[in-house]
């Protein structure tokens, strides 16, 4: 069983910065395939980012447009999410996921393992 904790959310002005961690424990990391999804109340989750098992392959959400960077590190069994330029609209509870996969899905249903999520709140 993985088991997956994020952290690192809180509030952040517009234009600010924040790193979200995710810590996963129960295999090696280095078989899976990681993501983060997002999601604000009343709809779906929406893809974040992605990056595949040794972190040579990663993918974005159309609306990340550079402000955002995934990166993980198989020896210390975490996956982070560096967020620049913050703006309200990124407010949400991002959650990483896990799928134990050499691809790079971007699916939410691709996904097999996720954490409970940390808030992120934007301020105008």
């Known amino acids: 069983q993985v088991h997956l904790v994020e952290s690192g959310g809180g509030l952040v002005q517009a234009g600010g910065s924040l790193r979200l961690s995710c810590i996963v424990s129960g295999r090696p990391l280095s078989t899976y395939a990681m993501a983060w999804f997002r999601q604000v109340p009343g709809k779906e989750h929406e893809f974040v980012a992605a990056v595949n098992w040794n972190g040579l392959s990663t993918a974005y959400g159309d609306f990340v447009k550079g402000r955002f960077t995934i990166s993980r590190d198989n020896a210390e069994n975490t996956v982070s999410l560096q967020m620049n330029s913050l703006k309200p609209e990124d407010t949400a509870v991002y959650s990483c996921?896990?799928?134990?996969?050499?691809?790079?899905?971007?699916?939410?249903?691709?996904?097999?393992?996720w954490g409970q999520g940390t808030q992120v709140t934007v301020s105008s």
């Open positions: 996921a896990a799928r134990d996969s050499i691809d790079l899905p971007t699916m939410r249903r691709s996904f097999d393992y």
